[in-house]
């Protein structure tokens, strides 16, 4: 017998549901002992209290208020007008609106105070000024409560009064808002100043301030002003009819009245005589009747669900032990913890095997879109599949292209961010803006993202707010990278676009100019220039510089050329070609003086990755001084050998002023001049003379551009035997003479 209810498990069903109904008939004898009146009575003091602790608000909002109208009517400048002219003085009127916004700015369920006078249209409030006729009719709009109406209350004799909430029409940024609203106004029976004052009550908010939720279901308050008529109830349904006739109060400032199915409790305040009623449902009349019934429900309750337990216990039998198995467990004991387990380890698996799925479809999907945006031709059928699988990538009719670059920038301590974590943050800040966007990711942190709009005139709208969603992510998730966006042409939503879109924003990324402010490029608003700066004989004078060791000419010219550049707003790919020419100049010497092949090789990989990717025209600067550097720190441990490129091209720019014949500089490098004219042809690429004229040719039009030397006088120092033989020469190589050039330039 013990062992048949252990293997089919009957008495932990049985048990459990045993457990159920001792739980229901614990919580039903606890409400019978304590019986439906006793709670009932627990419940109405309880509502007392809370309803004494909310009157107590309510008179400390009205106390507030109050103390807010004397603040006001205490304020200086009774008198707006300008002694000089009698003009209205803004001035006075600023500061009074400034002090109308410290009192209020304390108390939350004040909608707006008005201040104004009986004998001017301006009406101050603490937001500002308008006119009263202006702020009632296109800002707070009510059919009875309009300017004509305060004009003429204000002129009679008024003692301080709340008005019962009315719904007003409040504007708002972009509509009208329905509102409920009091309004309370200042007294002037005893004019305290010539200020009228109004102040509206945002009834929803002041309901919330004094903690409405703490009177008991079914509950309502009504307060009533000193003469006794409602200002504002929680009860949709306040008639009062013959109930306040029939209380008095004693001097303990509160009364209590039973009608049909409630009980009235009244409470007068100290502060302003007003009077608050709390309306209660009264308990039933027949709580015997009620308290039987609940004796045989009891009881009905627990023999039904002894008989059910045991039926179910029977019946679920069957069913958990096949549960068991198909968990993998067995059957033995039916022990429920079995199944728990199994479901537990079930469900790790499905998450598992989800998110596996997710990771599978998401790359499947950047797969599809980057064959998509390939602009190889494909065949038709491929087109066809492509199109399937790119069908669902946006649903909206038209879409811009994002090519979102990022470059870290150069600070070590600053841990690199997976890609996996970009995308994320990426597609999370673009679905703030739209609904329909994807992210992927390109290559060297570069990402693409589309983003579906709705109607052509969306795509400004959308830069504008993309230029504040980057920024924002380039001083917070991405904080430690810069970034820049290239933002495609309006697309309709078609797979033949995407290529289109890619390439476009790809070439909004190259022609940027290199002194770019904004993070966001609108490829629409790109000036296409070639105004292009490469001074030839600078170059050629950098290249000389670096091979001989003087870092920091070179440095001065590779600065001077690219900021140069950057001044006339060349493209970013325009100062890229720039910098790779400077760059292969710098090497035409360094071949024979660096240590390997190999490791100029890797200077050469490096310097144009930081070209392609440089995230600004410095980035690129710092690039080129790097390899100057490097090159420059090379050629010193071959100074000593004179037949080198280093020290020939040095000793020509230190002598080129005297006469420096090949058989003179032959003798100085310690060589022939034939082996000598044979080597220079073949390490510098030009003849001796030809490389001789170029360097003295370089000076000479320095000269005549920043000089007032005659003709004559720089063909001497410039190493030139006569004023006839420079000119010749010069015109040869530049195709006019030196006094024409002088006047060009």
């Known amino acids: 017998m013990k062992r048949f209810f252990t293997n089919l498990g009957i008495v932990q069903i049985f048990c459990s549901l045993l457990l159920v109904i001792g739980i229901m008939y614990v919580s039903n004898y606890t409400v019978y002992k304590n019986s439906i009146s006793g709670i009932y009575a627990n419940v109405t003091q309880n509502n007392n209290l809370a309803v004494k602790t909310m009157i107590q608000s309510f008179d400390n909002s009205f106390r507030s208020i109050n103390n807010i109208i004397h603040s006001i009517h205490g304020l200086p400048y009774s008198n707006l007008e300008s002694e000089e002219d009698g003009r209205i003085d803004m001035a006075k009127v600023y500061t009074m609106q400034e002090s109308i916004a410290t009192l209020v700015s304390s108390v939350d369920f004040i909608e707006e105070v008005i201040v104004f006078y009986d004998d001017m249209d301006l009406a101050i409030t603490s937001t500002g000024t308008s006119s009263l006729s202006h702020l009632f009719e296109n800002k707070y709009k009510h059919d009875l409560y309009n300017e004509s109406y305060w004009r003429t209350y204000t002129k009679g004799k008024n003692s301080f009064k709340v008005m019962p909430g009315q719904y007003f029409k409040v504007a708002t940024n972009t509509t009208w808002q329905r509102k409920k609203l009091m309004v309370a106004v200042g007294g002037n029976k005893i004019r305290m100043s010539n200020k009228n004052i109004i102040i509206l009550i945002d009834e929803a908010a002041l309901l919330k301030h004094v903690n409405q939720k703490l009177m008991i279901p079914g509950a309502s308050l009504i307060v009533l002003d000193q003469e006794r008529r409602v200002i504002l109830s929680t009860d949709s349904n306040s008639d009062l009819s013959g109930v306040i006739d029939e209380i008095y109060f004693n001097s303990s400032q509160e009364a209590s009245l039973r009608k049909e199915d409630y009980q009235y409790n009244f409470y007068k305040s100290d502060f302003n005589d007003f009077v608050y009623i709390n309306k209660v449902p009264y308990q039933f009349q027949n709580i015997d009747s009620v308290i039987e019934a609940n004796k045989m429900i009891m009881l009905s309750a627990i023999i039904g669900a002894v008989l059910l337990s045991v039926l179910l216990s029977i019946y ?95 600070n070590e301590q600053q841990s690199t961010m997976p890609v996996e974590s970009i995308v994320s943050v990426l597609n999370t800040a673009l679905l703030k803006e739209k609904s329909d966007v994807q992210v992927f990711y390109d290559k060297n942190l570069q990402f693409i993202s589309l983003v579906g709009i709705k109607q052509p005139d969306e795509r400004a709208i959308l830069i504008k707010r993309l230029k504040l969603l980057f920024t924002n992510l380039e001083q917070g998730e991405l904080l430690g990278y810069s970034v820049n966006v290239s933002v495609s042409k309006l697309y309709a939503t078609e797979l033949v676009n995407y290529k289109f879109a890619y390439r476009n924003a790809v070439n909004g990324l190259l022609y940027r100019v290199v002194n770019e402010t904004s993070i966001v490029l609108d490829v629409e608003k790109i000036h296409y220039g070639w105004s292009l700066y490469f001074p030839f004989d600078k170059i050629e004078k950098l290249s000389n510089y670096i091979s001989n060791g003087k870092l920091q000419e070179g440095k001065e010219i590779i600065s001077e050329t690219l900021r140069e550049n950057a001044d006339r707003n060349i493209h970013h790919h325009q100062m890229a070609h720039i910098a790779k020419t400077m760059f292969m100049y710098m090497l035409r010497h360094a071949s024979g003086t660096a240590n390997t092949d190999n490791e100029m090789y890797k200077l050469e990989q490096q310097f144009l990755q930081k070209i392609d990717y440089a995230h600004d025209y410095l980035d690129i600067e710092n690039a080129l001084i790097d390899v100057a550097k490097h090159i420059a720190k090379h050629n010193k441990s071959n100074e000593t050998n004179k037949l080198n490129p280093s020290f020939i091209s040095q000793y020509i720019e230190l002598h080129y002023m005297e006469n420096l014949y090949l058989d003179h500089i032959a003798e100085v490098v310690e060589t022939s001049p034939k082996y000598f004219s044979s080597y220079f042809k073949k390490t510098f690429g030009i003849n001796y003379v030809e490389y001789l004229n170029k360097v003295r040719l370089s000076h000479a039009k320095e000269l005549l551009k920043d000089s007032v030397l005659s003709i004559g006088e720089i063909g001497e120092k410039t190493g030139y035997l006569n004023s006839s033989t420079f000119t010749t020469t010069f015109k040869k190589y530049f195709g006019i003479s030196p006094s024409e050039y002088r006047k060009q330039n």
């Open 316 to 410: 679920l039998n069957k069913p958990v032990k096949k549960i068991i198995r198909q968990l993998g467990g067995t059957s033995r004991g039916n022990d429920f913890r079995k199944i728990l387990s199994g479901i537990v380890k079930m469900q790790m698996e499905i998450d598992s095997t989800k998110k596996k799925l997710e990771d599978v479809e998401s790359e499947a999907r950047r797969s599809v879109f980057l064959q998509a945006v390939d602009e190889y031709a494909c065949s038709t059928e491929h087109d066809v599949e492509m199109d399937r699988y790119c069908s669902d990538i946006l649903h909206s009719k038209y879409f811009v292209l994002l090519m979102v670059h990022l470059n870290k920038k150069g």
